[in-house]
C-alpha cells in the first residue's frame, strides 16, 4: 500500500450531482461525484457505487 496517494487527475473533476434510481423502491436520487455511496431518502437503503455498476 503506498503511503502517499496522489490526488492526480481526481482534483480536476468536476464535482456535481448525478441522478440516479433507487434500486430498492425506484426513487430518484442525487449521488455527488465524489462520494462513493449516499442514502436513499425514500427507502433509507444505502446505494454504494459498486451495486449501481452491478446493476447494468
Ligand atoms: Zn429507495
Redesign the pocket.
Known amino acids: 500500500m503506498p503511503l502517499h496517494e496522489c490526488p492526480g487527475p481526481d482534483r480536476k473533476k468536476p464535482i456535481v450531482p448525478e441522478e440516479l434510481q ?6 430518484e ?1 442525487e449521488m455527488w461525484t465524489n462520494e462513493a455511496q449516499t442514502t ?6 444505502v ?1 454504494t457505487r459498486d451495486e449501481l455498476d452491478a446493476g447494468k
Request: proline content about 14%; some cysteine.
Open positions: 433507487c434500486p430498492a423502491c425506484g426513487a436520487i436513499c431518502p425514500s427507502c433509507s437503503k446505494i
